[in-house]
Antibody, heavy 119, light 106 residues
Framework: QVQLVESGGGLVKPGGSLRLSCAAS????????MSWIRQAPGKGLEWVSY????????NYADSVRGRFTISRDNAKNSLYLQMNSLRAEDTALYYC????????????WGQGTLVTVSS | SYVLSQPPSVSVAPGKTARISCGGN??????VHWYQQKPGQAPVLVVY???DRPSGIPERFSGSNSGNTATLTISGTQAMDEVDYYC?????????FGGGTKLTVL
């Protein structure tokens, strides 16, 4: 069965960096676009970034562009999010999610990894 | 930029029909998807492509999309449906989510 397991979250000071990982299993990872989506405590869903199946295309929300970098390693069935210059407003539960097809819906989600940015 | 607007809350009596709206300029021209999120859990897709239902989702969940409003309809609402719902669409290679609606079953 499809599984997405995020890791790498934690407490970091403002201005710091963190790298999130998402381990995928149960499907051919290299066939799918993937996204990171976050949810601040008590708030709604906010899309962060996506990457195409071959890493040819990426895009970012304006709120993170220039600070976050999405990448993937299809040989390792893994998705990553490098987060630099972190701010308090980046505090959220970060989900990785599989896109059914390009520019469509998210059919599988991980359980999320919590990032807390605080001094 | 394009915005998806949802009411923060919707109330419905048990067994009745709940309708949750997702507004956007000419939203009927794009595909809208809906997610249900229970407390402490990841979102789950309940409607995709405006009106299709993934396997395992009860038939009481349905969707429509026309003009400036997409709608998630829950027929015969049950207490277990009292959670948060989000609409989602794409615009200019960017993923959009509505602000979310909390459904209250009175």
């Amino acid at each position: 069965q499809v599984q997405l397991v995020e890791s790498g979250g934690g407490l970091v000071k403002p201005g710091g960096s963190l790298r999130l990982s998402c381990a995928a299993s149960g499907f051919t990872f290299s066939d799918y676009y993937m996204s990171w989506i976050r949810q601040a405590p008590g708030k709604g869903l906010e899309w962060v970034s996506y990457i195409s199946s071959s890493s040819s295309y990426t895009n970012y929300a304006d709120s993170v562009r220039g600070r976050f970098t999405i990448s993937r390693d299809n040989a390792k069935n893994s998705l990553y999010l490098q987060m630099n210059s972190l701010r308090a407003e980046d505090t959220a539960l970060y989900y990785c999610a599989r896109e059914y097809s390009s520019s469509s819906y998210f059919d599988y989600w991980g359980q999320g990894t919590l990032v807390t940015v605080s001094s | 930029s394009y915005v998806l607007s949802q009411p923060p809350s919707v109330s419905v009596a048990p067994g009745k029909t709940a309708r949750i709206s997702c507004g956007g300029n000419n939203i009927g021209s794009i595909r809208v998807h809906w997610y249900q999120q229970k407390p402490g859990q990841a979102p789950v897709l309940v409607v995709y492509g405006d009106s299709d239902r993934p396997s395992g989702i009860p038939e009481r969940f349905s969707g429509s999309n026309s003009g400036n409003t997409a709608t998630l309809t829950i027929s015969g609402t049950q207490a277990m449906d009292e959670v948060d719902y989000y609409c989602q669409a794409w615009d200019n290679s960017t993923v959009l989510f509505g602000g979310g609606t909390k459904l209250t079953v009175l």
